[in-house]
């Protein structure tokens, strides 16, 4: 089954403002194969609506807010990210929705896989079957 974990990065800081390292296999506990990001996300909009197979993730605000729908098959949980201090890292079989972008919200996302389409489930009962077997 897929999970979902916050994770709370380090601020190094002086007095000329913030900073966060990420660094794989540390504060980012696998391989970073690929950096992603969305923004100028219009209004109302939801998007992600799939899970993935094989692909780890951890997803940052570091402008704005956005909230992360979380449905691992049996419960949904919402996750509001509001800080780049903060990562959302998802593993397994996880379906996905993300909404309430701000407009200016930034989200970044550190992959463990390049880009594969096969590795997307966008059938919803497809994920439930899915689930259901492991
Ligand atoms: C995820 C959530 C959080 C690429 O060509 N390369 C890439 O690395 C990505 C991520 C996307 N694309 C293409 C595929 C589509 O034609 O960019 C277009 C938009 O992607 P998508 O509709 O999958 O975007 P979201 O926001 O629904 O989902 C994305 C990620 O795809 C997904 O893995 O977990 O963000």
């Known amino acids: 089954m897929g999970d979902y974990k916050l994770l709370d990065f ?5 007095e000329r403002g913030s900073l966060i390292a990420l660094e794989e296999n540390y504060n980012a ?4 194969k690929r950096v992603y990001y969305i923004f100028d996300t219009k209004d109302g909009v939801i998007r ?6 094989k692909l780890k993730q951890i997803a940052i605000a570091v402008k704005g807010s956005c909230t992360f729908v979380i449905d691992n098959g049996k419960s949904r949980d919402e996750i509001t990210l509001d800080n ?11 379906w996905r929705e993300m ?12 992959a463990s896989e390049h ?4 590795d ?4 919803y009962q497809k994920f439930i079957d899915l689930v259901l077997k492991n």
């Open 120 to 123: 997307y489930i966008r059938d």
């Open 48 to 53: 992600g609506y799939h899970a993935h197979i």
């Open 115 to 118: 880009y594969d389409e096969n």
């Open 29 to 32: 506990p696998f391989e970073i």
């Open 10 to 14: 380090q601020t190094l800081g002086d």
């Open 84 to 94: 780049p201090n903060t990562g959302l890292l998802i593993e397994g079989l996880i």
């Open 99 to 110: 909404k309430d972008f701000t407009p200016d919200c930034v989200l970044v996302v550190l």
